[in-house]
């Protein structure tokens, strides 16, 4: 029986993580890879011992090695060799280089996990030789378990190792598997882009308890509590979002003018282009990787 395979059906050795003998590789060791280590090693999902995660500069490895207690290296052919499951978590730029490494260093049982906004699977199969892959957007709030990972596999993933991954990516917090890398780039700009328009939605609203006299620090608190209450209210209710809009706005009263002026300032229209806009981008990436394999 395989190791990932012993997670599909229960390993009796194992409460709730990947069996002992499960290695992972992380190839890159930016701020995702720590998000994503961090969540799993909160949820026991993988221990340390299990882990290494590869990054060129000595001054991030020190620090992820002394937070995580992982082993870290600088070479990425070095940290994939023997690894069951490789996460890509480098930027796109550098991701040439890293599949030229990689190349003569990955066996059929591996796979490899692409995080890279806008790389698909036909510039992963190439540059990589490979073909058992999965294309996954995860967001940073993956930290602490509140994250969404929404993900597609090739068919040369098999079930059991589906399900393993499946596991890996539920330690981070919900996620969604597809049927089509399509949704993964739309995904990558509502959810995995998404935490980014929450914190300036929030700084904005801080600003503004700030202009009205609030001390920041006070302000702050007012924001968190009444962005978290409200995310755990519309999520326990079930109602439409207009529907729960509707429930605090009285006619004449503040809410009403509230939301007047930011109709007025085009919130819900810059909102929808800025979406959009990200989306457009992972696009752009595609078709630029897609150019350069068309020219090798």
């Avoid at 949820?43 to 000595?58: D, F, M, W, Y």
């Avoid at 002394?66 to 023997?82: D, K, L, M, S, Y």
């Amino acid at each position: 029986m395989s190791r990932m395979k012993e997670l599909a059906q229960g390993d009796p050795d194992t409460v709730a993580g990947l069996p002992g003998g499960v290695k992972v590789a992380f190839i890159g060791a930016g701020v995702m890879a720590e998000a994503m280590i961090a969540g799993m090693l909160g949820k026991g999902i993988i221990t340390p011992a299990q882990v290494v995660a590869s990054h060129p500069r000595e001054d991030r490895r020190q620090p992820l090695s002394e937070r995580f207690n992982i082993a870290t290296v600088a070479g990425n052919a070095e940290a994939a060799r023997g690894a069951d499951i490789i996460f890509l978590t480098i930027k796109p730029q550098v991701l040439d280089a890293v599949m030229r490494q990689l190349q003569d260093v990955l066996e059929p049982g591996q796979v490899v996990i692409s995080v890279l906004a806008g790389t698909n699977f036909g510039v992963l199969r190439h540059g990589l030789g490979h073909a058992a892959l999965v294309r996954v957007m995860p967001n940073t709030p993956a930290q602490i378990g509140e994250g969404i990972s929404v993900w597609c596999c090739t068919p040369e993933v098999e079930p059991d190792k589906r399900a393993g991954i499946r596991g890996m990516l539920g330690a981070l917090g919900e996620e969604i598997e597809v049927d089509t890398e399509k949704y993964v780039d739309m995904a990558t700009a509502l959810s995995g882009t998404g935490p980014t328009y929450v914190f300036l939605m929030m700084e904005a609203l801080i600003d503004a308890g700030v202009h009205m006299g609030f001390p920041r620090r006070l302000a702050e608190e007012i924001v968190l509590q009444t962005v978290a209450g409200s995310v755990a209210f519309a999520r326990d209710s079930g109602k439409h979002m207009a529907e729960l809009r509707n429930m605090v706005t009285s006619p004449g009263g503040t809410s009403a003018e509230a939301i007047y002026q930011m109709e007025k300032g085009g919130l819900r229209t810059v909102l929808s282009k800025s979406v959009y806009a990200a989306y457009q981008r992972t696009q752009t990436l595609s078709a630029q990787q897609e150019r350069t394999i068309d020219r090798s």
